[in-house]
C-alpha cells in the first residue's frame, strides 16, 4: 500500500486494472450483508482484492484517517472529510465508497458529480457530535434568536455536522469551516454580523476564538434543552459567540492531567492536540492542529522526537508504525478510539464492492436537492476564503 504521507496526492497505480461497466440499476439490499459475517478473515483481502480489480476505474475508495488499519489499506485515497469529498469529485469513478462516517458521505454527496453514486459501507456509521445538533433544534435555536431582536448572528457549522445542519447554515447567510480554516471562516463571519452561532462543536468554537482574541467571558454555551439556550436576553448580547453545546466523544476524553502525566513520564515529551480537545488541554499542549496539520507536524519533525498525541488512536498508531525513528504515543494511556468509525469493517467494504460487481448498488447515500444546493452554498463560501 502507498505511504501514508504520500497517499492523498495520486490514486494507487497498483489497483488500476481494466475497467468494467456495472449496470445503471435502482439502489437495492442486495445479498443481505449478514452472510458475510460469516467470511473467513483468511480470505477477506483476496475478495477485496478480486472486487476491486473487476470493478478497476469504475470505484474509488475514501478512506478516513480515523479508521482501521484492514480497511484504510484498500483506500485509493486517505484524509480528512473535506479532502477526501474533494479527490472523488475530481476523480473519474462512477462509485465513491466512503469508508467515513455518514456527514461524511453526504459531503461526498454533495459535492459529488451528477455522473457519480456515493455508498457508505455502513449506514449506522454515524458520528456522536454531528447528532448533537439536530436540525429541529436549530431551527427552534434561531427562531428564539430571532425573538430575541437585534442580535444579527451569523451561523457558522463546523465540517462535523448532517447536511441538513450544512443546507441550514448556507439558507442563512452561513459558512461551514473545517478545523484548519476555522479562524478565517470566523473572521468572515464576524464581519458580516455582531455574533457567531458556531456549530455543533463547541470546543473548536472556543479554542478558535480564543486564539483570535475573543475573550471567554464573551462565550456563551447554548444549551438546546434550555429556554434561550440556557441565557437572558441581556446575556446573549453581551456574547460575541454562541457555542452550541456539543462535543467529540473522542477529543472529549483528553484531559489537562493527561498532558500533566505525559511530561513527567518523558519530560522530552512535545504534545500535538486536536482543536476539539477542552479548552484546558489545548491551553497546556505544545502544538494544536487538524488530524492534517498534526500529521504534517509529526512526519516534518526531527528523528528520535517523543511526541504525545490527542487524537483518534488508530492515526496515533499508524503513525508510530510508520516512523520508527521517532517516539510516538496516545495522549490517553486508556486509548481513545472512535467507535462509529470504528463500525465499518473488512467484511462491510467486500459487501458493497461485489454487490457493484454483480450490479447492485447498496447503502447510497442521497442528499435531497434543496438542501444539497444550501449546504453547497454554504462550503463554496468557506472554499472562497482558502
Known amino acids: 500500500m502507498t505511504a501514508l504521507t504520500g497517499i492523498d496526492n495520486a490514486v494507487t497505480s497498483a489497483r488500476q486494472p481494466e475497467t468494467i461497466r456495472v449496470p445503471e440499476i435502482e439502489p437495492g439490499v442486495g445479498c443481505n450483508f449478514d452472510s458475510y459475517l460469516l467470511v473467513p478473515d483468511t480470505s477477506l483481502d483476496d475478495r477485496i482484492g478480486r472486487a476491486v480489480a473487476r470493478l478497476g476505474r469504475e470505484v474509488v475508495i475514501l478512506g478516513h484517517h480515523y479508521q482501521r488499519d484492514e480497511v484504510i489499506r484498500w483506500a485509493h485515497f486517505r484524509g480528512d472529510s473535506l479532502r477526501l469529498s474533494q479527490q472523488a469529485a475530481a476523480a473519474d469513478a462512477r462509485y465513491i465508497v466512503f469508508c467515513g462516517v455518514h456527514f461524511m458521505a453526504e459531503s461526498a454527496d454533495i459535492l459529488r458529480r451528477p455522473h457519480q453514486t456515493v455508498i457508505l459501507p455502513d449506514r449506522n456509521a454515524g458520528c456522536s457530535m454531528a447528532d448533537m445538533a439536530s436540525i429541529e433544534q436549530v431551527e427552534a435555536c434561531w427562531d428564539e434568536l430571532e425573538s430575541v431582536g437585534g442580535l444579527h448572528v451569523v451561523p457558522v457549522t463546523y465540517m462535523n455536522s448532517s447536511a441538513a445542519i450544512k443546507g441550514f447554515t448556507g439558507r442563512h447567510g452561513g459558512a461551514v469551516c473545517t478545523s484548519s480554516n476555522a479562524a478565517a471562516v470566523l473572521q468572515w463571519a464576524f464581519q458580516r454580523g455582531d455574533r457567531v452561532l458556531f456549530l455543533p462543536d463547541e470546543h473548536l468554537g472556543r479554542n478558535t476564538a480564543y486564539r483570535m482574541g475573543v475573550p471567554l467571558d464573551r462565550m456563551v454555551i447554548w444549551d438546546p434543552f434550555q429556554p434561550l439556550g440556557g441565557h437572558t ?95 510516538v504515543q496516545s495522549l490517553d494511556p486508556n486509548v481513545c478510539v472512535c467507535t462509529t468509525m470504528f463500525r465499518i469493517a473488512p467484511q462491510h467494504l467486500l459487501w458493497v464492492l461485489e454487490n457493484l460487481v454483480e450490479g447492485r448498488v447498496v447503502n447510497p447515500i442521497v442528499v435531497d436537492a434543496e438542501t444539497k444546493a444550501y449546504a453547497r452554498l454554504a462550503l463554496e463560501r468557506m472554499l472562497a476564503l482558502c
Not at 293 to 305: D, F, K, L, M, N
Open 233 to 327: 436576553p441581556q446575556a446573549l448580547r453581551a456574547a460575541r459567540i454562541l457555542l452550541w453545546k456539543g462535543y467529540c466523544s473522542v477529543h472529549q476524553r483528553f484531559r489537562p492531567e493527561h498532558v500533566d502525566r505525559a511530561r513527567a513520564a518523558d519530560p522530552q515529551v512535545r504534545v500535538i492536540v486536536h482543536p476539539e480537545c477542552r479548552w484546558e488541554v489545548v491551553q497546556k499542549a505544545d502544538f494544536v492542529g487538524s488530524t492534517e496539520q498534526i500529521i504534517r507536524t509529526v512526519v516534518a519533525a526531527e528523528p528520535g522526537s517523543h511526541w504525545a498525541v490527542g487524537t483518534e488512536i488508530h492515526l496515533v498508531n499508524r503513525l508510530g508504525k510508520e516512523l520508527t525513528d521517532r517516539r
